[in-house]
Every structure is written in structure tokens, then in C-alpha cells.
């Protein structure tokens, strides 16, 4: 069973419009979230994280919702560049106590920002 | 300089045979993961090592194995490779001392071939 979902393979945007991804998890012992962004033939490169016990963080372009009650997180970004174009992962983990649990990878999303 | 290396970055084997691939790091870090990524399917992890004695199965160990040989060295090798391990396969690490959360930096990934 996928604990980490990325629901939409793809998604195609205009430059200068919002991008939004979005990523569901099943395991409500998930309290902290990175997503990754991943470009043709480099290795994923981290982006932004957000631990459960905030609803927003925030770094330039790049911002991270996440809704516990949910188990939704997005990732926001405002305003999209060609050069966002990449594969997005999301992943969590488990980190109560400070164990700093392994990373689990949703399938990815692939962003297009057109010209 | 590349923090996380990977050697070699692309190899075409038959099946049978035996391959290693490598990975070094310079950040310091005492966790080292691989993973495989194929097509639609994300990032899966195969082994991790919290230090030089400590090695872990992953979510798809099975026909590979690994070697820590010492805090900056990570190999992981096929010993008999079949044409399913055909993958992109990624090295990480990540400081034990990072505090809250899991945040990995990748490798920039070895494209393998089983013909």
C-alpha cells in the first residue's frame, strides 16, 4: 500500500501562473514533509519541509500547506518559471522522539511551465 | 565539487553478472541510503547504513547487497543482475546530527542496464 500518494503524473502551467502539486499520505504517524525537485539526468535536489506542527512554510516563490486533518499537502508556486519545470517528489517520515525515520517517496509529478 | 558522488554514472551489463556500484561523500554525514527509480514508480529504498556497523534492509533488498567501508563509502552491488534491476539507482546521506526531520542529499544517479 503507497503511504505517500501523488496522484497526478503530470501537470502543465503557464509562465507567470500558479503551480499547484499535491501529495496525500495514509499514515497519520507522519510528522515531517520534504518535498524534492528533480531535474533530467541530476539527482533529486531538496526544496522545501514542513513538520506537523505547522500549516504553512513559506520560502520565495515556494510555499508548503499541509492539512493533518486531511492528510494533504501542496506545494504552491507563485509565480511559475520555465525553469520549474522538473519532477516534484513528496515524502515524509517519522521523526517522534528524534529517531529521524527513513524518507517515503510519493511517485512524483511532473511539471511543465510553458513559455 | 560534487558533495555525494556516484561511480560509475552509466553501465549496460548482461544478466549474471556481478556489478558494483559506488558512492562517496565529503559532507560528513553518517547515514548513507540507495535507492532505485523506475518509471512511475518514485523512489524506493533499498538499503541504509547509520554508520560503518550499522547496515539496514529497505523496502527491495532482495538481490542486492551492500558494504559500508568507511563513514564516506556506500557501495551497493548486484550479484547476480537480472533485467528487472534495469533502473536509475541514487545514493543519499543525511546528518545524524540534523535535528528534526530527514532532510537526504542525492547523488546524481547511476543509470544501469541489465541486457
Same mark, same amino acid.
Given at each position: 500500500?503507497?503511504?505517500?500518494?501523488? !496522484?497526478?503524473?503530470?501537470?502543465?502551467?503557464?509562465?507567470?501562473?500558479?503551480?499547484?502539486?499535491?501529495?496525500?499520505?495514509? !499514515?497519520?504517524? *507522519?510528522?515531517?514533509?520534504?518535498?524534492?525537485?528533480?531535474?533530467?539526468?541530476?539527482?533529486?535536489? *531538496?526544496?522545501?519541509?514542513?513538520?506537523?506542527?505547522?500549516?504553512?512554510?513559506?520560502?520565495?516563490?515556494?510555499?508548503?500547506?499541509?492539512?493533518?486533518?486531511?492528510?494533504?499537502?501542496?506545494?504552491?508556486?507563485?509565480? &511559475?518559471?520555465?525553469?520549474? &519545470?522538473?519532477?516534484? *517528489?513528496?515524502?515524509?517520515?517519522?521523526?517522534?522522539?528524534?529517531?529521524?525515520?527513513?524518507?517515503?517517496?510519493?511517485?512524483?509529478?511532473?511539471?511543465?511551465?510553458?513559455? | 565539487?560534487?558533495?555525494?558522488?556516484?561511480?560509475?554514472?552509466?553501465?549496460?551489463?548482461?544478466?549474471?553478472?556481478?556489478?558494483?556500484?559506488?558512492?562517496?561523500?565529503?559532507? $560528513?554525514?553518517?547515514?548513507?541510503?540507495?535507492?532505485?527509480?523506475?518509471?512511475?514508480? $518514485?523512489?524506493?529504498?533499498?538499503?541504509? +547504513?547509520?554508520?560503518?556497523?550499522?547496515?539496514?534492509? $529497505?523496502?527491495?533488498?532482495?538481490?542486492?547487497?551492500?558494504?559500508?567501508?568507511?563513514?564516506?563509502?556506500?557501495? /551497493? +552491488?548486484?550479484?547476480?543482475?537480472?533485467?528487472?534491476?534495469?533502473?536509475?539507482?541514487?545514493?543519499?546521506?543525511?546528518?545524524?546530527?540534523?535535528?528534526?526531520?530527514?532532510?537526504?542529499?542525492?547523488?546524481?544517479?547511476?543509470? /544501469?542496464?541489465?541486457?
Amino acid at each position: 500500500d503507497q503511504q505517500v500518494k501523488q !496522484n497526478s503524473p503530470s501537470l502543465s502551467v503557464q509562465e507567470g501562473r500558479i503551480s499547484i502539486l499535491n501529495c496525500d499520505y495514509t !499514515n497519520s504517524m *507522519f510528522d515531517y514533509f520534504l518535498w524534492y525537485k528533480k531535474y533530467p539526468a541530476e539527482g533529486p535536489t *531538496f526544496l522545501i519541509s514542513i513538520s506537523s506542527i505547522k500549516d504553512k512554510n513559506e520560502d520565495g516563490r515556494f510555499t508548503v500547506f499541509l492539512n493533518k486533518s486531511a492528510k494533504h499537502l501542496s506545494l504552491h508556486i507563485v509565480p &511559475s518559471q520555465p525553469g520549474d &519545470s522538473a519532477v516534484y *517528489f513528496c515524502a515524509a517520515s517519522i521523526n517522534y522522539g528524534g529517531s529521524q525515520g527513513n524518507l517515503i517517496f510519493g511517485k512524483g509529478t511532473k511539471l511543465s511551465v510553458k513559455p | 565539487d560534487a558533495d555525494v558522488t556516484q561511480t560509475p554514472r552509466n553501465r549496460i551489463t548482461k544478466t549474471g553478472k556481478r556489478i558494483m556500484l559506488e558512492c562517496s561523500q565529503t559532507k $560528513g554525514h553518517d547515514r548513507m541510503y540507495w535507492y532505485r527509480q523506475d518509471p512511475g514508480l $518514485g523512489l524506493r529504498l533499498i538499503y541504509y +547504513s547509520f554508520d560503518v556497523k550499522d547496515i539496514n534492509k $529497505g523496502e527491495i533488498s532482495d538481490g542486492y547487497s551492500v558494504s559500508r567501508q568507511a563513514q564516506a563509502k556506500f557501495s /551497493l +552491488s548486484l550479484e547476480s543482475a537480472i533485467p528487472n534491476q534495469t533502473a536509475l539507482y541514487f545514493c543519499a546521506t543525511s546528518d545524524l546530527a540534523g535535528g528534526f526531520g530527514n532532510e537526504q542529499f542525492f547523488g546524481p544517479g547511476t543509470r /544501469l542496464t541489465v541486457l
